[in-house]
């Protein structure tokens, strides 16, 4: 029997199927296979069942993952812990203020999201609360910079993602939110606190999802991941807040490219596997210097650049980018357009026929 499966607890999960809903365990022999990740499915994994009882079942297969979202383990940054399966778009959720509003998280979601094959698109909540500014933390500035939320929407739209400024308390561009979620399955994210239940509590008003108020802390409203049918013809998936979201199986060389507007500088400068940190005629910190590039973006970049694995190979063997992009694009079942681009871009660069 085939179901989907629609939440997770420790090792067992809910599959929704034509026969109605069903606990399940796995078949041992998913849990014990080495499949380097720390759970045998995900929530959203298409799945095959043998039911034991009633309502109850065993998941003996998992389909092939069309997209996920995945990140490493915090304490093992070799594991991939796939957080949802099979989505079309991920929400990244940011907030004005109550949380403080940070790029990074953004930028670590576009990774993850583009990596794993799913459509970012970023949303900012409580625009409410501005005209008060936006406090941006920045690590090259001791003190934060107040910077308008429209400046960071623009940012981004100009980089060619799509934004959502909303309100969830207004309900100020709820309309145009929920117009993006018909017909497809979206998975919000973001810090605790920054209002995704709220979002959709406003988006399908009597689902009653629980809210919370901020701890300075930050604290965790959902304590796991589930799948939510909305009536529109939507599916959503809520994630706990995080305070952390270490990127899974991104080298130092791969975070360029998930930043457009330093990609293209990077042609320009005298290495070629520069990583705008501290080469010399580097295109990249001239632009900066230039204000050709913005601060904000260039922070953010040194910042995962830096909490990321190290370069995949080294300089010599930059011939060898183009296959070994293909093996890891084999390996992940699919890889962002950008990055598809981004192969035929160094094909033709190389004069590759495959
Ligand atoms: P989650 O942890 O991301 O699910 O956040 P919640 O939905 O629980 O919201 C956290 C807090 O932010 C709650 O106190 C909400 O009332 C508040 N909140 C959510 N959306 C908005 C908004 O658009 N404007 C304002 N001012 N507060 C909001
Ligand atoms: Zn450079």
Do not use: N, T
């Given at each position: 029997m085939k179901g989907k499966v629609i939440s997770i607890a420790s090792v067992s999960c809910r599959v929704d199927t034509a026969d109605g809903i069903y606990e399940c365990a796995a078949r041992r022999r998913l849990t014990e296979s080495d499949t380097g990740q720390t759970k045998p499915f995900a929530v959203g994994d298409e799945v095959i069942l043998e039911p034991t009882g009633p309502r109850e079942g065993v998941v003996t297969e998992v389909l092939p993952r069309r997209t996920r979202l995945s990140r490493a383990q915090p304490?093992?940054?070799?594991a991939e812990h796939v957080v949802v399966a099979n989505v079309d778009q991920l929400l990244i959720v940011c907030s004005v203020r109550e949380p403080p509003l940070t790029v990074g998280i953004i930028d670590r979601y576009i990774i993850a999201a583009q990596s794993g094959g799913i459509e970012p698109v970023v949303c900012i909540n409580k625009?409410?609360?501005?005209?008060?500014p936006v406090e941006l933390v920045l690590r090259s500035e001791p003190q934060p910079r107040k910077v308008a939320y429209e400046d960071i929407a623009a940012l981004y739209s100009a980089l060619g993602f799509r934004v959502r400024p909303v309100s969830a308390r207004t309900g100020a561009g709820v309309e145009e939110l929920k117009a993006d979620l018909i017909g497809r399955t979206t998975v919000l994210a973001g810090h605790s606190g920054v209002g995704k239940s709220s979002l959709i509590n406003a988006i399908q008003p009597g689902l009653k999802l629980k809210t919370g108020t901020v701890t300075r802390r930050g604290r965790h409203i959902t304590a796991n991941v589930s799948l939510l049918k909305l009536q529109f013809g939507a599916y959503v998936v809520d994630t706990p807040g995080v305070r952390e979201f270490s990127l899974w199986d991104i080298k130092k060389r791969d975070v360029a490219e998930f930043f457009p507007d330093i990609w293209d500088l990077a042609p320009n400068c005298k290495m070629s596997d520069c990583s705008h940190v501290h080469e010399p005629d580097c295109a990249v910190k001239r632009a900066l210097e230039r204000g050709e590039l913005s601060r904000i973006r260039y922070d953010s970049y040194v910042g995962i650049l830096e909490s990321v694995g190290h370069w995949s190979v080294p300089r010599e063997t930059d011939v060898e980018r183009p296959r070994e992009q293909i093996a890891r694009s084999k390996r992940n079942l699919s890889r962002s357009t950008r990055k598809q681009q981004l192969k035929e871009r160094w094909r033709a660069q190389l004069g590759e026929d495959q």
């Open positions: 304490h093992d940054r070799r625009i409410d609360l501005a005209p008060e």
